[in-house]
């Protein structure tokens, strides 16, 4: 079946500018999760959803960043007036629940904020 | 949250053993240990995950120390493909489950021909 897509694949924006990120989970998967890995850094938990709720926001690096999910499927992780420092790869992850067990990762979308 | 402690790198031979070590001595009684890894340009991949026995799965097994403070990866034998960064991590927990997977440096693997 089909896993975790996300789009674009690759985004190139002026300073300043704002961006959305999109991501497709598995249908089915009631939990999302956003992650973001800048070069030679490791990969940063930001925020997840459990259906449309997120109840914790606080891996979220500045109220820059912002995250919505509707009809408990496809999610936006939009970044307001981004900043050089927002240049990372980010991944969308999705699970069955919030629970211990597998996640399924996109294949990222490349921010590079020039 | 409890913290994971692992090599930065080690070495194996194809078609050889490879154990990966992981300290976790301050894990609670109710974590999770999974095992992810990300292979160059990939997003990471799920390997494993225990909570007090041994696991096994077509990819690895998972053995987990009685006292559980430490864990070990086995891949029964490498692949060239296996040659990435292996994460060992303990899922934060939240309202009282745990999904947030927080990775440290992880290991990274080099696979020899």
């Known amino acids: 079946g089909a896993g975790v897509s996300q789009s674009p694949s690759n985004k190139v924006t002026e300073k300043g500018k704002d961006v959305e990120l999109r991501c497709d989970p598995i249908s089915g998967h009631t939990a999302l999760y956003w992650y973001r890995q800048s070069l030679g850094q490791g990969l940063e938990f930001l925020i997840y959803f459990q259906g449309n709720s997120a109840p914790d926001k606080s891996g979220l690096p500045s109220d820059r960043f912002s995250a919505e999910r509707t009809g408990g499927s496809v999610s936006t992780l939009t970044i307001q007036r981004t900043q050089q420092e927002d240049s990372a790869v980010y991944l969308c992850?999705?699970?069955?629940?919030?629970?211990?067990?597998?996640?399924?990762f996109g294949p990222g979308t490349r921010l590079t904020v020039l | 949250d409890a913290k994971t402690t692992q090599p930065n790198s080690m070495e194996s031979n194809e078609e050889e053993p490879v154990h990966l070590p992981c300290n976790h001595s301050?894990?609670?009684?109710?974590?999770?240990i999974h095992w992810y890894r990300q292979l160059p340009s990939q997003g990471p991949e799920y390997v494993i995950h225990g909570l007090t026995s041994n696991v096994n799965n077509r990819m690895a097994s998972l053995a987990i120390a009685e006292d559980r403070k430490s864990s070990t990866l086995i891949l029964h034998r490498a692949t060239l493909r296996d040659a990435a960064v292996y994460y060992c991590i303990l899922p934060k927990n939240y309202g009282g489950s745990q999904g947030n997977l927080i990775f440290g440096k992880g290991t990274k693997l080099s696979v020899k021909p």
């Open positions: 301050t894990i609670s009684g109710t974590d999770y």
């Open positions: 992850a999705s699970s069955l629940d919030y629970a211990p067990g597998e996640q399924f």
